[in-house]
Every structure is written in structure tokens, then in C-alpha cells.
């Protein structure tokens, strides 16, 4: 157990829908990254948020957003979704804002967009 | 549990022989790199980092070798268990987009038999 937990594990929905899936980082980690993971694509860095603000951002869409909250968890929106965006997406923390930081992930959250 | 990456590459070993995983990295300029255990159901787990500054690097049961002329890092496991079996990521710590960020290669799929 890693420590950094995501809801929900599953979430099943349609297409033009937009979704929340949630993360807690580990205790006293800053950071917060979200990754998405496609059987024909890999994992695939999306954005990272450190205490709050938005430290780096990777191959994310403009349907989909993300912010980090006081409490520091975080929350990753997905909107108009395609068929293309089933996939799991998983959230990692560290305690440092660099990508140096060793990250710990959590369990994923399975998004299948029928 | 959850299946990653289908049609990934597959190295199957006996138990108790040594593994080699291999992976190119794209970057020259990436000066830190991680290989990441994926088990399935699972996030990706930390197992063993290098910094380019380094040519090999031991842990428990695992060494990761790191040749920058050929961009080329290896991971070898020890006497391999069957609780080795998952997926492998290698990881390049890389400054592209404007950000610093974690780039995670393919995956090979380990496969431990008895």
C-alpha cells in the first residue's frame, strides 16, 4: 500500500459525459500527479500540482482539467468524453515539487467510456 | 486483477534464473532515470533509480546498469521469483514542454514460471 489512495476504483459512463475522479496524496506529500495509462499508449504524464498551484503540465487535453485543493488532495475532471479517454488513470504524490522526488502511486481509478 | 499493455514485449523466465530488461531512452540529455514494477491491479511501484553521473547501481536483488553512449539502460533481477512477475517501466527524468518530467518507456511484461 503505497499510501495515496483514488476514487473511484471504476467508473463506467457515456460518451459526451464529464467525470471527477479524486485523489489523497500520501501524508505530508505536496505534490500531486495524474497519469493517464492506455493499452497502446502507456503511461502518459498528464500534470503535476505542488501545494496547490500547477508546477508542470504534460500531454493533457483541453477537456481536461485538474486542481489541487488547501487539504491538498486533488481532483482530475475529464469532460466531453470520447472513447479514447477509457483508460486508467493514475494519481502519484511526492514530498518535493521535482519530478526528482521518488513518486508513490496509487491504485488507479479504471474510466470506461462506452 | 487489471491488464496492462496486451501486446507488450515478454520476457519469460525460469524461476530462479537471472532476468535482463532492457530499455532505450530518447533523451542524451536526461541526467536521472527509474525502473517501476507494475503489478496487475496495481500502480506503478518504485524499485530502483540512477542518476547519469552513475554507470551501475545495486540494490536488493536488482542492478540497473546505464550506458549513455547508446542510451541504453538494463535491469537485471537476481534469482527471480515468481512474485517478480509484472511490468517493467523504465522512467527518464527529461526537460521537455517548457517542464521537467517523469517520461516512462513501454513496459516489458516479465513472466516468472516454476
Known amino acids: 500500500d503505497s499510501g495515496v489512495t483514488q476514487t473511484p476504483k471504476h467508473l463506467i459512463t457515456a460518451t459526451g459525459q464529464r467525470v471527477t475522479l479524486r485523489c489523497s496524496p500520501r501524508?505530508?506529500?505536496?505534490?500531486v500527479y495524474w497519469y493517464q495509462q492506455s493499452l497502446d499508449q502507456g503511461l502518459q504524464f498528464l500534470i503535476q500540482?505542488?501545494?496547490?498551484?500547477?508546477?508542470a503540465k504534460g500531454n493533457i487535453l483541453e477537456r481536461f482539467s485538474a486542481q489541487q485543493f488547501p487539504d491538498l488532495h486533488s481532483e482530475l475532471n475529464l469532460s466531453s468524453l470520447e472513447l479514447g479517454d477509457s483508460a486508467l488513470y493514475f494519481c502519484?504524490?511526492?514530498?518535493?515539487?521535482?519530478?526528482?522526488?521518488?513518486?508513490?502511486f496509487g491504485p488507479g481509478t479504471r474510466l470506461t467510456v462506452l | 486483477g487489471e491488464s496492462v499493455g496486451l501486446h507488450l514485449p515478454t520476457l519469460s523466465v525460469q524461476e530462479g534464473d537471472n532476468s535482463i530488461i532492457n530499455c532505450a531512452y530518447s533523451?542524451?540529455?536526461?541526467?536521472?532515470f527509474i525502473w517501476y514494477k507494475q503489478e496487475s491491479g496495481k500502480g506503478p511501484q518504485f524499485i530502483i533509480d540512477?542518476?547519469?553521473?552513475?554507470d551501475k547501481r545495486q540494490g536488493q536483488r536488482v542492478t540497473v546498469l546505464l550506458n549513455k553512449t547508446v542510451k541504453h539502460l538494463s535491469l537485471q533481477i537476481t534469482a527471480t521469483q515468481p512474485g517478480d512477475s509484472a511490468v517493467y517501466f523504465c522512467?527518464?527524468?527529461?526537460?521537455?514542454?517548457?517542464?521537467?518530467?517523469?517520461?516512462f518507456g513501454a513496459g516489458t511484461r516479465l513472466a516468472v514460471h516454476p
Open positions: 502519484a504524490s511526492s514530498a518535493g515539487g521535482s519530478s526528482y522526488n521518488e513518486q508513490f
Open positions: 501524508s505530508g506529500d505536496l505534490s
Open positions: 500540482y505542488y501545494n496547490g498551484e500547477e508546477r
Open positions: 533523451n542524451s540529455a536526461s541526467d536521472y
Open positions: 540512477i542518476r547519469s553521473n552513475m
Open positions: 522512467a527518464e527524468f527529461m526537460f521537455s514542454g517548457g517542464y521537467n518530467k517523469l517520461i
